[in-house]
């Protein structure tokens, strides 16, 4: 399966904890992105990346979260000291070109759940 | 601010009848625009892209879009139970990297 790939699928953490979200993207692809959705709203755009390089973080939170793209291995999206209002489902997107046409496919996501 | 405008719904159809999405966009120089699919519980998936004005139809499903209206719509034919979902509508940031814009979605439901 070529498919994005991303893990845990479901990551439950103490307040005050750290949380590491891994995303693999598609075989041949370049740009990641990074999604978060809380219950019941819509997508909220969180960062895009290319190999070693944040192209635009502009919907990150400046405290806590942070996320890279090395040049090898997947790429990572760590929120540190968790919150309860952290609990969302965080997806992964993945584009080759990121070109006007591109398209960005989605990896299943991870439920992180803070208690 | 730019902004991806859907109504969310619900918008309920019974099965065997068109479904009609809409959805209308702020930002003049998008090019590109996107049709998603997202079951409960489920990553989005891609449904249509649509780059030209006019129409664009694979299988049951038709794109729509009119730039001169900043318009986009998605018609559903043939209605199915199992196409009840939420349809975001995705279009790109001409002036920014070309991250996409989404929008919050319309839920469909098909009833038998």
């Known amino acids: 399966n070529a498919g994005v790939m991303q893990n845990p699928r479901h990551l439950v953490r103490r307040r005050g904890q750290e949380a590491r979200l891994r995303c693999s993207p598609m075989?041949?692809?370049?740009?990641v992105y990074w999604y978060r959705q809380l219950p019941e709203e819509g997508l909220k755009f969180m960062v895009y990346l290319q190999k070693e390089n944040i192209i635009d973080e502009s919907g990150m939170p400046k405290e806590r979260f942070s996320a890279e793209f090395p040049k090898e291995g997947p790429s990572i999206l760590r929120i540190q000291q968790v919150v309860r209002g952290d609990s969302a489902a965080y997806f992964c997107a993945s584009s080759r070109t990121g070109g006007p046409e591109d398209t960005q496919y989605f990896g299943p996501g991870t439920r992180l759940t803070v208690l | 601010q730019k902004e991806v405008e859907q109504n969310s719904g619900p918008l309920s159809v019974p099965e065997g009848a068109i479904a009609s999405l809409n959805c209308t966009y702020s930002d003049r120089g998008s090019q590109s625009f996107f049709w998603y699919r997202q079951y409960s519980g489920k990553s989005p998936e891609l449904i249509m892209s649509i780059y030209s004005n006019g129409d664009k139809e694979d299988g049951r499903f038709t794109a729509q879009l009119n730039k001169a209206s900043q318009y986009v719509s998605l018609l559903i034919r043939d209605s199915q139970p199992s196409d009840s979902a939420t349809y975001l509508c995705a279009v790109d940031d001409a002036g920014n990297n070309r991250k996409l814009i989404w929008g919050l979605g319309t839920s469909l439901a098909v009833n038998p």
């Open positions: 075989k041949g692809h370049s740009h």
